[in-house]
Structure formats: C-alpha cells, structure tokens
C-alpha cells in the first residue's frame, strides 16, 4: 500500500462554509467569549472576509473581538470598524466630590489631638 502526503488542497476544509453559516459560528463566538451586550458588534460576511462594525467601550474589547473572529474555522480576513465610544467615567462626580470636601472642611471639627492646657 502506497502512502503519500496529504496536501492542504486535498483536505476538506471549514472554509467551504457559506456566508451565513460563517456569519452564525462568528456571532456565537463573539457571544460565548466577550462580556458584552450581543447586539454591540454586528458581524457582514462576503466570500470568508468578515467585517465587525458597532461601538464598544474600551480599545482591549475592539482587538479582542477581532482576535475572536480570527479564530474562527474558514475565516479568511477581518476588517474591524468598530468604534470605541467611551462613556462617561465619574471624573467629574469624582471633582464635585472633592469640590465639595474642601467647601465643608473649614466646618468640621478637626480631628487631630489637641494639647493638653
């Protein structure tokens, strides 16, 4: 029996998967790995090429989701639009907040020991 090698073109790969199946196995991934709301990221396929759009908070979650997709058998390319679209973090309550404790401080008693008389 003669044995020869098996080559990448003779192997059938997941590749031959059509858009919408490759659509579906790129949704649930991104759905199984990332901690966020699915309907952030919307996933397009056309012939293996998959382009990500939507907005997400944080840089780490846009290379995340494309690293996810990329894992994905029988993905060819990954084009990235997603925006990142911060959201407000507490700064501001934070600087009221400070704002605030300088106003009252003159008010309140101090806490420090005082010497005996």
Known sequence: METRPVWQR????????????????AARALER???IAKDEIKVAVAEGWIT???????P?????????V????????VINSIAIEAKPSG???RR??????LRNAA????RSPQAPR
């Open 10 to 25: 003779d192997l059938i790969w997941e590749s031959e998967l059509d858009s919408d199946q490759l659509k579906t196995e």
């Open 33 to 35: 790995e990332m901690a």
């Open 52 to 58: 990500l759009t939507g907005n997400v908070e944080r």
């Open 60 to 68: 780490y979650q846009r290379a995340q989701a494309e690293r996810i």
């Open 70 to 77: 990329r894992g994905v058998p029988g993905v060819k390319r």
């Open 91 to 93: 700064v501001g309550v």
């Open 96 to 101: 009221s907040h400070g704002l605030w404790y």
């Open 107 to 110: 008010r309140r008693p101090s």
